[in-house]
């Protein structure tokens, strides 16, 4: 059966592959973001009920971490204006190792509307499309905790599983955790990169302090910059944030991606070729 379906975050890195693979089932697929008509803008919810109204399901990625000051009520606020607009199932995109992005899965949970959680690790894509890719361009990544072991889960294995549980009910209620098949360190990642690539990749160690102090120097904000603190310390080595989960394969039928089978794919798109 075909859906109305609200992608927040449509055009982000796991959204666009949401919203890519429902159209090309036949859905009818709306993007939730502030570029989209209408625009869905987190910041002001006086616009969520026009984005919301005539869709049936929800595809849920908050911006910019569920973790941050004010998430909670956001996402209060989504319910209950989801409620009023008669939705029937949400998806909500979570953190692993975040208490905060487990106190706003609570308020999915307790709903009333149906709900799948995807409750994910970080994702290969912050080394191409985020948070890391400026550092691989210029040759050095200096970055805190070298020992910290992340078991990196691919975008394309998380939209195939927001795919799945939109459209079968049989994953309603259920909560999955989302990790690739193994942890890696920075260190480890920086050098399959560089191999792949062959880039001369050096890979610095600092504390979380120096970098902190780096990203002032390059007038990152400091909301941003808040989350990145947070992240590198109470997130990336957080007790049990490094265990394998199975469920990818338990619900695909199939092993997640590897991180060099994303690391091969990447190397084609020429996104770490820098700019000669
Ligand atoms: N990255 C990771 O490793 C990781 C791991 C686990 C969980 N998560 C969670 O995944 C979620 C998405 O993170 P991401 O890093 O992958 O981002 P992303 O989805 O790539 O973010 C970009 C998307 O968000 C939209 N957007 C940005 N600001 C917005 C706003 N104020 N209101 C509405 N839409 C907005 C953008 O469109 P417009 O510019 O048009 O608004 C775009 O569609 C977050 O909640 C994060 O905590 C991420």
Redesign the pocket.
Known sequence: MKSNILV????????RKVAKGLQDQGHNVRI?????DPA????DPSNWATALDGMDKVYV??????AIPGALEAIEELVKQSKNAGIKKIVL????GEKEAELCEQVIIHSGIDFTILR????NQ?FSE?FFLDAILSGQIALPKPEALVPYVDTDDIAEMAIEVLNNDQHNDKLYQLTGPKGLTFPEVIKEIANRTQRDLEFIPISISEYIETLRQHQVPEDYIWLINYLFSNVLDAEGNNEISHDIEKVLGRKPKNFSQYVDETVSSGVWNPAT
């Open positions: 927040i975050g449509g055009t982000g890195k796991t959204g939730g973001s502030r570029s989209a869905f803008d987190w910041q990625t908050f911006q910019p971490d569920l995109l979570s953190g692993k994910c690790s970080w994702f912050n985020s």
